[in-house]
């Protein structure tokens, strides 16, 4: 058992070392494909055809449920399956399956992220291929994008992300209203509605789907009480049958009304996490703030007497780790920007209720502990503080950081929701904010997409292109000129001019991006019109609408962009070598750059380029200049909008986030040597972060570089990631000082942070030996992976992240 | 003209140093020579020139602009003759790999001052401060007395990190001014001090008592360095003597030699003192905590 936090067991109801195996084996997973979802979702829609498209994906949906592979995890308290085998990742041809066959031969054998696949799987996977083709998602994408966006992404400066070819995810359901009606009560709603005369065909389809959607998840309920009932009578240990006895006796009438108890709202928010997961293989389906939604029932159950303390721990520990069950397949491009199987499926604790004063519960703590003793990359917990924040959820907070596997991240109230009020909300609804996702944030219960990581923006391309005079040098594709004229010659005459040039090329690769949102987004009206998820959400079930077609309460939405720092510390050093100092001219540098530094007065230049002071180490102009950057695109925002704009949600506005997952790595691969003196290749800063190594003043110069930016009007989530030696934390006085590090955000105007507690040499051990370290785990970019998951690359990155110790 | 001072480093979030988050200042110069010293570009005085052998590509830049061929490069890498070398302070804009470092900065008393106060945030919050160690903060006193005078009248908490070997009347102005003094007590036996750091304790002592006298917060660090101060029986003198300064002394910290400062030495070009010390012996850490308990004083260590 590992040692508890602040918790201390005063009875045996938590069964620590049956949590042990269950880790255990969950630590031990082995990722696969599984074939099945795919067969019997073809088979459906081939059954379907000319259906509206609505109901023949929750037909599809209830099909899955009703023939799929069922299984109860040994050991486990929670149950329910996403896939015929623990950690397989189901296939969703729907939305895109062409990348399937062509890698089918490859998965195995990929350098990050590998999947077992058996020659059985892809004997049964190659035949759909023929119904599908033509009919993707990801095909529609291709076809409906601008040719001039296909440039932009050739020069490297667009990635269409994961909504090109799959669903959205990032939904966090109105939990206090599943667990307050149920699915039954959601399709006796959608029942009721459909008895309206005046009702559109659109909003007829949605009902009926609705309900067809929630009948498939209450049979898939009664298939797991039924076998819970086979195994209890097989069980021959007691304790263990009768809780397989108790289960099925839940899944008699679980969800078909409210929750009865604590455990079946657990166990509820791990079914409906686990029926979207099944239902669009988007990923971001996060928990919000799950101890304020879980808190009455616990408290009901406590005051009943039918629930200690230490059985809710249990049963939270067990719905922690059964989270990790569930995997997603990306191709192996995109896989690059998402090392490590990440769901991202955030678990929110802490924070203000909507009413300002503080949330912190009984079921934070146990959160936290429940981390505590799972120690897996799933659910991405998250801590939320404010001035009242209780010192013990802090402490925990950080007893947990301290031990290395980067959870939980922090967010501070007091910068977050300001940032949300930008988007005009009320008050009360702004403090309800949860993260969702990496580190974006959301309304639970309100929101209907993605907040960020639609279309990827690199900056650090942007800025090679301006230098360029818009031609990359890479592929000579010139999409605009910065003089008017062809070729590369730009030619500054001053820095304003080269911060124009910064500003048109933004807009301009803005527009495009924007551009290639809507088209995905169109497309996703129809390949992701899912009835389950969307009547979670506030106000579709009222409006009859999907969330991709206006359904939910507010939309606003955000790109990722990544490099802010790099072009910031770019930008000064040409300010200062070229244009304040002189010591180098346009062309020099040009040329330098080309050679990518090398030869005996590269490395002259790059010595120059080095020494200008860098973001992160609380030098005032270089930070000013990155908080340009922020800017320069926030002022770009008012011109966006969503393409649910006018058919329902309020907002249907653009916001700025830096939540960029693993893209800094790959981005960085396609942008040459930069100013700042980082070569070619070499990866991109992450999110807010400064460049890899480039802080050298201490993590309190890097909080006040950051304070710097424009984060209270970041809404859609911004990402700092810092990395401390295990000494900087070691005993009771070094946390008390790290506690008070993290309590300083609050007034430094710090959004986001999160810490990897690990010395180089651990982290370069752990990539030459990875058999020695199965279970290290590091924060990648908003989430946790563990380490040897992750492509060379990636590892790389993280070990040149600076280390701060003392 | 302004109060000017000679720094080698910043260090912010330190923990080390006193209590809460703080900046420490190490002031370039001392007047002991510890065997054991960590920071000798802080011990010696003046500007210094580190070179990283490990950064060095051997391009040959150093050795075209070194004057009197003072730099060779051998099979090793480079090899300096320090003495020879007159304009090796240039040397760090000569090499395109930085692997020459100029240590020791000149700063005035506002500059140090306003570039401590960033951090105020992190001193509030955590109750911490700024502490000036080096070196021998107090041998700059003009400048440490300065820069103590304005930190003050903008209410941080200040710890002075000392040796203790200067003239009471000279320094005690800035003490008082400050909240906490860290204090080293290295050996009791003038012979062995002298050993250790070249000079004998007694002006040591005597600034230790009044500083106590004074009624001055004091936590004391006692080093144990093998073969150097670890006889037991002075030691043993030493938790008396601490004893005796009475109940300024809040706090006594044991702390372990380490060879850290080893590469620095080598940086410098200069020849570490010791060889071959291992790390202390833990019975011995274990007889001192008996013995500082039976005396009734209360020791942390690690
Ligand atoms: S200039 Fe620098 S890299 Fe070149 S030989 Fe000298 S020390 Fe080595
Ligand atoms: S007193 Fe401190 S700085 Fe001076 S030599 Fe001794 S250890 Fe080094």
Known sequence: MNTCLSFVPSNTECDFERIGKLQNRMNNRVPSICPERAEIVTRSFQETEGEAIVVRRAKALHKILEEMTIYIEEDSLIFGNQASVNFAASIFPEYSFEWVIKELDEFSSRSGDYFEITEETKARLRPLESYWKGKTHAEEVLHNLPEINRQAERQGVLHRGGISMSGDGHVIPNHDFVLEVGFGGMARIAEKKLQNPDLTQEQKDYYEASIIAMNGALKYIKRFGKLAMEKSQKETDEKRKQELRDMSKACENLMEGKAKSFYEAVETVYLTHLLMMIESNGHSFSFGRFDQYIYPYYQADLEAGVLTKEKALEILTHFFIMTNSLNKVRPWGHTQYSGGYPLYSNLMVGGMKPDGTDGTNDISYLCLEAMNQSKLPEPNLSVRYSKDTPDDLLKDSAMLIRQGFGMPSLFCDEVVIPAMMTLDLELETARDYASMGCVETAIPGKWGHRATGMTYINFGKIFELILNNGMDPKTGIQLLSITGKEGRDAAYESYDKLWEAWEKALRFYSDLAVDCDLVCDRALKHHDADAFASSTIDCSLERGKTLKNGGSEYDFISQSNIGPSVVGDSLYAVKKLVFDEQVLTLKKLQEVLDANFEGAEGAQVRKLCRAVPKFGNDNNEVDEIVANVYESYLALLPNYRTDRHGRGPKGCRYTMSTSNITSYVPNGFDVGATPDGRLAGKPLNEGASPCLGADREGPTAVINSISKLPNDRMAGGQLLNMRFSPGALAGEENLEKFINFIKVARFKNVFHNQFNIADGETLRDAKAHPEDHVDLMVRVAGYCALFSTLMPEAQDAIIERTEHQW | ?302
Not at chain 2, 6 to 31: E, H
Not at chain 2, 165 to 180: K, N, R, T
Not at chain 2, 262 to 291: N, T
Request: proline letters at 3%; a negative charge; aromatic letters at 8%.
């Open chain 2, 1 to 302: 003209m302004e109060t000017r001072g000679l720094v080698s480093k910043i260090q912010r979030y330190s923990t080390k140093d006193g209590p809460g988050i703080r900046s420490t200042v190490f002031l370039v110069g001392c007047n002991l020579r510890c065997a054991w010293c960590a920071n000798p570009e802080a011990m010696f005085p003046d500007k210094k020139v580190m070179f990283h052998q490990n950064l060095c590509k051997r391009c040959g830049a150093c050795v075209e602009a070194a004057d009197n061929h003072a730099i060779q490069l051998t099979t090793k890498g480079c090899e300096i003759d320090r003495d020879a070398c007159t304009n090796l302070a240039t040397l760090a804009d000569v090499c395109p790999y930085n692997a020459y470092e100029n240590i020791g900065t000149v700063v005035g008393a506002e500059e140090l001052v306003e570039r401590l106060l960033r951090d105020r945030a992190f001193y509030d919050v955590s109750k911490g401060g700024v502490t000036f160690s080096g070196g021998e903060p107090c041998l700059q006193n003009e400048f440490l007395e300065k820069v103590v005078r304005i930190l003050k009248a903008e209410g941080i908490h200040v710890a002075i990190d000392t040796a203790g070997l200067w003239s009471f009347d000279q320094v005690w102005p800035i003490l008082e001014m400050s909240d906490l003094i860290l204090l080293d007590i290295k050996a009791m036996d003038a012979y062995i001090h002298q050993l250790c750091t070249g000079t004998d304790n007694r002006i040591i002592l005597e600034n230790a008592r009044n500083i106590a006298e004074k009624g001055k917060k004091i936590w004391v660090r006692m080093v144990i360095v093998p073969t150097m101060n670890d006889d037991l029986p002075d030691i043993k003198r030493r938790l008396d003597f601490i004893k005796e300064l009475g109940d300024s002394v809040e706090r006594i910290d044991l702390l372990k030699y380490h060879a850290l400062g080893i590469g620095k030495y080598e940086a410098l070009g200069v020849k570490y003192p010791l060889s071959g010390i291992g790390e202390c012996d833990e019975g011995l850490i274990q007889e001192i905590l008996a013995y500082a308990s039976r005396i009734g004083l209360s020791i942390r260590f690690g």
